[in-house]
Structures are given as structure tokens and as C-alpha cells.
């Protein structure tokens, strides 16, 4: 795989958790029964991968403003609409990761409080973040090689490993119903 396809894959599977999670928060509130174990499987994956996502989209917009030339200003606007929604991005994760070890810990947030903040933080990452990506390939294809790529995904192998076991843990709490990896890889249309 190319550094960019390794990109992709990662964002894939990101996506299908986030799906899982999603339709499991639906299905738990109507069962009423306890999803704690499949909640913070997903949270851990989530929070794992939305910060690995800000860390490449800022190492990505870092390099592009260093390139474009300034005279390219409505480019460099997009360029820092991309790092503000990054900050936004941040800022939706670190309050989400509260939740999470409140919840854990038992700390403050019961089952319900938890699935609002869990809600609240999807509602942020799909319809503010997600409904207004960057639209910076134009730059991307030309100004990006492998080696930039490579750069910006930064994979090792101590996080394929993780984020396998991160993945694994979302199967296994799930069950086949709930399975990440049954869920679509593609993002959702006319999102809010």
C-alpha cells in the first residue's frame, strides 16, 4: 500500500466504527440493556483515531502553507478554515475523552449522560467537521510526493498493531451485529 492508500484505510475503518457506534447507541437506548463493554471499545478506537486524524490534517496543512505561494490567497483561506476546523476537531475529542473516563471510572456520568456526550461529540466529527472537509487535493496532487505522504500518514508499526487490537476489541463487544468491519466505508451524503 502507498502511504496515501494507507491514509485512506485508516480513514475507512474510522468511519466504520463510527457507523457501529452510532447505530449501537440507537439500538442500546431502545434495549435498555448494558453496552458498556461495546461503548468504550468504540470511544478508545474513536478517540485513538480522531487524534491521529488532527495530527496528519495539521502535518498535512502545515506543508501546504509552507508551499503555496502567497499570492494564492484564496487557497491559504482554505488552508485555515482546515485548521480551524482541526482546533474544533480537538477540542469536540478532548471534551468526548472526559466523558469517556468519567464514564469509565464511574465518575460523574451514568449511562445516559455518557450516550448524550457520545451523541453530541458523533453530531461535531460528522455534521460540523465532516459536512465541510477540506477540499485541498487540487493542492495535494501537486505539491505531495510519496515521501510527503509517508511524512504525513506517519504508520509504524506499534500503531498497526494498536489499532488492530483497538479494532478487534470494537468486534469482539459488538458481536456480528454490531461488527465494524459490516458497516459501509463510504462517506454519508448530505450530511447537515
Same mark, same amino acid.
Given at each position: 500500500?502507498?502511504?496515501?492508500?494507507? #491514509?485512506?484505510?485508516?480513514?475507512?475503518?474510522?468511519?466504520?466504527?463510527?457507523?457501529?457506534?452510532?447505530?449501537?447507541?440507537?439500538?442500546?437506548?431502545?434495549?435498555?440493556?448494558?453496552?458498556?463493554?461495546?461503548?468504550?471499545?468504540?470511544?478508545?478506537? #474513536?478517540?485513538?483515531?480522531?487524534?491521529?486524524?488532527?495530527?496528519?490534517?495539521?502535518?498535512?496543512?502545515?506543508?501546504?502553507?509552507?508551499?503555496?505561494?502567497?499570492?494564492?490567497?484564496?487557497?491559504?483561506?482554505?488552508?485555515?478554515?482546515?485548521?480551524?476546523? #482541526?482546533?474544533?476537531?480537538?477540542?469536540?475529542?478532548?471534551?468526548?475523552?472526559?466523558?469517556?473516563?468519567?464514564?469509565?471510572?464511574?465518575?460523574?456520568?451514568?449511562?445516559?449522560?455518557?450516550?448524550?456526550?457520545?451523541?453530541?461529540?458523533?453530531?461535531?466529527?460528522?455534521?460540523? #467537521?465532516?459536512?465541510?472537509?477540506?477540499?485541498?487535493?487540487?493542492?495535494?496532487?501537486?505539491?505531495?510526493?510519496?515521501?510527503?505522504?509517508?511524512?504525513?500518514?506517519?504508520?509504524?508499526?506499534?500503531?498497526?498493531?494498536?489499532?488492530?487490537?483497538?479494532?478487534?476489541?470494537?468486534?469482539?463487544?459488538?458481536?456480528?451485529?454490531?461488527?465494524?468491519?459490516?458497516?459501509?466505508?463510504?462517506?454519508?451524503?448530505?450530511?447537515?
Amino acid at each position: 500500500m502507498t502511504p496515501l492508500e494507507e #491514509l485512506r484505510w485508516e480513514r475507512r475503518r474510522k468511519l466504520q466504527v463510527r457507523e457501529a457506534f452510532s447505530v449501537g447507541l440507537q439500538r442500546h437506548q431502545r434495549d435498555a440493556d448494558d453496552a458498556s463493554v461495546f461503548y468504550l471499545a468504540c470511544a478508545d478506537y #474513536l478517540l485513538q483515531g480522531q487524534r491521529r486524524l488532527v495530527d496528519q490534517d495539521k502535518r498535512l496543512a502545515e506543508m501546504l502553507k509552507a508551499r503555496v505561494p502567497a499570492a494564492q490567497t484564496e487557497d491559504h483561506r482554505l488552508i485555515d478554515a482546515l485548521f480551524d476546523r #482541526l482546533r474544533q476537531a480537538q477540542d469536540a475529542t478532548d471534551a468526548f475523552a472526559v466523558a469517556v473516563d468519567a464514564y469509565r471510572t464511574g465518575s460523574g456520568t451514568d449511562h445516559e449522560a455518557f450516550e448524550a456526550a457520545a451523541g453530541e461529540y458523533l453530531h461535531v466529527i460528522v455534521n460540523v #467537521l465532516g459536512a465541510r472537509s477540506h477540499s485541498l487535493r487540487h493542492l495535494t496532487t501537486v505539491l505531495f510526493s510519496v515521501e510527503d505522504w509517508a511524512h504525513i500518514v506517519a504508520r509504524t508499526p506499534e500503531f498497526v498493531d494498536e489499532e488492530q487490537c483497538l479494532f478487534t476489541a470494537v468486534q469482539r463487544a459488538g458481536g456480528e451485529a454490531l461488527d465494524p468491519a459490516s458497516f459501509s466505508a463510504t462517506r454519508p451524503t448530505g450530511a447537515d
